[in-house]
């Protein structure tokens, strides 16, 4: 189907005067007719989930029952109105699990709580964001969804609809000050989200992360900070995400990991190091896989070639800065312009690099990602001038 915008003069505008603006009256139309055609592939026809509500008043909704919790944000409630979590808790005490033999046996108290948007038993005007946490859930039950389509589920149809069931994004430490994991340590195809865990420092190589642990605790106890490094890997990305020039999808993941407080750079692929390869060292070759797909040999594009994902896995690099708030003296001025010594109090981080892995994989692909889902509905679409 394709769609026509119809542009005519505006009601007493006047035509451009011949002898002033020749160029412009040979441009000059009665009318202009744009359409839109489509020419995209049914494969990627997406269109991502409608879990917004609304438009003045906006309400959206996140989480799963198996998840980490359920909850929503309440966008364009005006300021001054009372509310308290008292006031939803009753209708989710009615709909919670777990209240008779007739029901569900899974024990959940359905509790939320108000994060933002209230203050003092009334709304502030900015966004409301509820949370409802699962205490019961038990995510190892579903296994098989990742093999099997359940009947009578949307396992199947979320399927054919998004062509991807088990995006994976996960982060991890690579450099601590100048303690740098070597290029090659991690394997990107397999490395586990348990590896990652499996120290303080979430460092999935366990000899490089003790001396990560190390280098932090050496600086903690001279009140001082040190920077590092986040690595963020995202798996079985669909294809044709991202558009062409203002809509690339790495610049689109560069605004939402530049967006994280104490950041400082962001490089994808083979970022900065890439710059010292010749173009045939650095060419990522294609080649057709046993299964009939065609892949990169290597993958130094990072998984985005032209603004658009190719399907490889997307890797990016996120740099943070030393702590600013640290235990020793620094020379600053007062607001009168005096110059004094300030000490800064309270319980800062010697390194903010491992509590950043929690917003590196989390928020900004989990935005990105779906907001590009929405634009890839019509990914190729052709403009055509009608002059009539």
């Known amino acids: 189907m394709a769609s026509s915008i119809i542009c005519k003069p ?11 603006y020749p160029d412009l009256q040979r441009l000059h139309f009665p009318s202009l007719r744009i359409s839109i055609k489509p020419r ?5 026809q997406i269109q991502a989930a409608g ?9 959206t909704t996140f989480g799963e029952s198996n998840g980490g919790g359920v909850g929503c944000i309440v966008d364009g409630c005006p300021p001054r109105i009372p509310l308290s979590e008292a006031d939803l808790q009753g209708d989710l005490d009615r709909r919670r699990p777990g209240q008779s033999r007739i029901t569900t046996p899974r024990k959940e108290t359905d509790t939320c709580r108000i994060y933002s948007g209230v203050s003092e038993g009334v709304t502030t005007g900015t966004p409301i964001h509820v949370l409802v946490p699962n205490t019961d859930q038990r995510g190892h039950d579903y296994k098989e969804m990742s093999i099997a389509y359940r009947p009578s589920h949307a396992d199947a149809t979320y399927d054919m609809k998004y062509g991807v069931r088990a995006v994976q994004v996960l982060a991890y430490v690579s450099q601590v000050h100048q303690v740098v994991l070597p290029d090659g340590s991690v394997d990107h195809d397999t490395v586990t989200l348990d590896q990652i865990e499996s120290n303080i420092v979430r460092c999935p190589n366990p000899d490089y992360a003790e001396k990560m642990i190390a280098a932090i605790d050496a600086v903690r106890t001279r009140g001082n900070s040190i920077g590092g490094v986040v690595t963020c890997i995202v798996r079985n990305a669909p294809r044709g995400l991202g558009s062409p020039v203002f809509d690339k999808l790495e610049a689109e993941l560069a605004k939402a990991v530049m967006s994280l407080p ?27 896989d046993e299964h009939g797909r065609i892949r990169t040999r290597t993958n130094r594009s990072g998984g985005i070639q032209g603004g658009i994902s190719n399907g490889e896995i997307i890797n990016m690099r996120v740099a943070f800065k030393p702590t600013a708030t640290i235990g020793k003296k620094q020379h600053t001025v007062t607001r009168e312009k005096q110059d ?6 309270g319980r800062h981080d010697p390194c903010v690099v491992p509590r950043g892995i929690s917003l590196d994989d989390s928020f900004p692909f989990t935005f990105t990602f779906f907001r590009r889902l929405v634009s890839i509905h019509f ?10």
Not at 40 to 44: A, N, P, Q
Not at 51 to 59: A, C, D, L, M, Q
């Open 340 to 345: 004094i010594e300030l000490l800064a109090r």
């Open 262 to 288: 104490a950041t400082k750079g962001f490089e994808f692929g083979s970022g900065f190091a890439g710059t010292f390869l010749t173009g045939s060292e650095h060419n990522d070759e294609f080649y057709t």
């Open 40 to 44: 995209t592939h049914k494969k990627l």
């Open 10 to 20: 505006f009601l007493r505008a006047t035509k451009p005067n011949s002898s002033l």
């Open 51 to 59: 879990s917004t509500f609304g438009n003045y008043f906006r309400v």
């Open 379 to 388: 990914p190729f679409a052709t403009a055509i001038f009608e002059g009539n």
